[in-house]
C-alpha cells in the first residue's frame, strides 16, 4: 500500500531531502538511495557507538554523514573506525552543512539546550541524549524551539522503543494486576568518580541525571496521566551537591506512593527494576532499561513469567526516530513528556536541599 504525503509533510520531505515527486508519493522503494537520512554527530561521546553508530549500520534509510569534537583527532578516531564520512572541526559546521538532516547530541548535560536548539533552529532533526536538558525551563526552551521548527526532537530514553516496554504497558492496562498500590523503581550501577561528567554537578551530572532518570520514567509509565510529585527526597554527596546515593519517595494524584532508588557508588552492582504492587498480584520486571542484555517479567499470580524478545533497545529507537521523520507525528519521548520527567527531577534536588542543576 503506498503512502501519499500532502501538505506541510509533502513539502517539508521535498525541500529538506531533495525527494522526488514520485518518491513522496510512494511510487519508488523506500531502499532508494536518495531517500537516506544524514546524521550529524556533536562530540565523541562513549555511549555514540551503541547509541548510534552501531543501530546506523543496519537501519534501513539512516546513515552516517559528519562528526565534530572538541579534539579533532577523537573525532577522526570515530570517523575511521565507523566510515564517517566528513570530520569537521566546530559544531557548527555541522549545522551549516546542508546535506546534513540530523543531529545526534550526545554532549554533557550542560550542554544540551544550548545546541539541541541551535540543530532546530538550523533546520536539523534531533536524538539528545537523556537528560533532555539541565532542568525543566530548559526542557521546554527546547520543545518551544522545536514546535516553531517543526522538525522532530527525541530524548534518547532507548528503554521505551523496546517490545518489552510494550509488554509492561500490556500488563498495566490488563487489570491482572489489580487496583495499583504500590510503584518502586530502581537503577544501580558503579561510576568512576574519574568520570568528570557525570559526577560533576557544574556539568549538570549526579546520580539522579544520569541514573535515576530512568527510574523516573518507569514510574511516569505505570499510569499514563497521573503525573506524580516528591513527598521527599535524600540524597548522599560525592563532590559537592553532586548525588552519588539518592532515593526519592512520590505519590501518585490518586493517592499511590512510590519510591525511586538510584546510586553509583564504589561496590554497587548492576540492579536495574520496577515493581509494581496491585491489589490482585504483584508485577516485577527486571532490566527493563537493557532488555537485550537479558530481562524477565514476572506476575506470579497470573502463572506470567517470561522474557522478551527484540533488538537491542537502540535499535529499535533509531528505528523510531527514523520512521518518526519520514511520517511525521509525535514520538513518546519528546515534547510533554521531556518537561515532566524533568519537573520531578527538579523537585527532588529541590527537596533533598542540593537545588535543581543549572548549567
Known amino acids: 500500500m503506498s503512502v501519499v504525503f500532502t501538505g506541510p509533510i509533502r513539502t517539508f520531505m521535498l525541500e ?9 508519493n510512494g511510487k519508488k522503494s523506500c531502499n532508494d538511495d536518495n531517500m537516506t537520512l544524514q ?51 566546530t559544531y557548527e559546521e555541522i549545522l551549516d552543512d546542508p546535506e546534513i538532516h540530523a543531529v545526534y547530541n550526545p554532549l554533557p548535560v550542560s550542554l544540551h539546550h544550548t545546541w539541541t536548539i541551535r540543530a532546530l533552529e538550523a533546520g536539523k532533526h534531533v536524538l539528545s541524549e537523556k537528560p ?22 527525541m530524548e534518547a530514553y532507548h528503554w521505551r522503543y523496546h517490545p518489552m516496554a510494550s509488554r509492561i504497558g500490556q500488563l498495566l492496562e490488563s487489570g491482572l494486576l489489580g487496583e495499583v498500590q504500590s510503584v518502586e523503581a530502581r537503577f544501580d550501577v558503579y561510576i568512576d568518580p574519574d568520570d568528570d561528567v557525570r559526577h ?12 535515576g532518570c530512568y527510574p523516573v520514567q518507569w514510574a511516569r509509565f505505570v499510569m499514563p496521566g497521573e503525573e506524580p510529585t516528591v513527598v521527599s ?31 553509583m557508588t564504589h561496590g554497587t552492582e548492576f540492579h536495574a527494576s520496577l515493581t509494581v504492587v496491585g491489589t490482585e498480584g504483584t508485577m516485577v520486571a527486571t532490566n527493563p532499561l537493557a532488555p537485550h542484555n537479558g530481562n524477565r517479567v514476572v506476575v506470579e499470580a497470573a502463572g506470567i513469567d517470561e522474557e522478551v524478545d527484540g533488538r537491542t533497545t537502540y535499535h529499535h529507537q533509531m528505528e523510531r526516530f527514523v520512521e518518526a521523520v519520514a511520517q511525521g507525528g509525535t514520538v513518546p519521548t519528546g515534547g510533554q ?22 548549567p
Open 16 to 24: 529538506r531531502y531533495q525527494w522526488t515527486e514520485e518518491i513522496v
Open 39 to 89: 546524521f550529524g554527530v556533536l562530540g565523541a561521546a562513549r555511549i555514540s557507538g551503541k547509541a548510534l553508530y552501531q543501530p546506523v549500520q543496519d537501519t534501513a534509510g539512516v546513515d552516517l554523514r559528519a562528526i565534530a569534537a572538541r579534539g579533532r583527532h577523537r573525532a577522526q578516531s570515530d570517523a575511521d573506525r565507523w566510515g564517517i564520512e566528513r570530520v569537521y572541526d
Open 233 to 263: 527526597a535524600t540524597m548522599k554527596e560525592g563532590r559537592p551537591r553532586a548525588d552519588v546515593d539518592t532515593e526519592i519517595h512520590i505519590r501518585y494524584p490518586n493517592g499511590v506512593p512510590g519510591v525511586l532508588r538510584t546510586k
Open 200 to 211: 560533576s554537578a557544574e556539568l549538570c551530572g549526579g546520580a539522579l541525571m544520569d541514573l
Open 337 to 358: 513528556d521531556a518537561i515532566a520527567t524533568m519537573e520531578l527531577i527538579d523537585a527532588a534536588y529541590e527537596s533533598a536541599g542540593l537545588g535543581r542543576r543549572e
Open 132 to 153: 533532555f536538558a539541565a532542568n525543566a525551563d530548559l526542557a521546554r526552551a527546547i520543545v518551544d524551539a522545536a514546535d516553531a521548527s517543526g522538525r522532530v526532537c
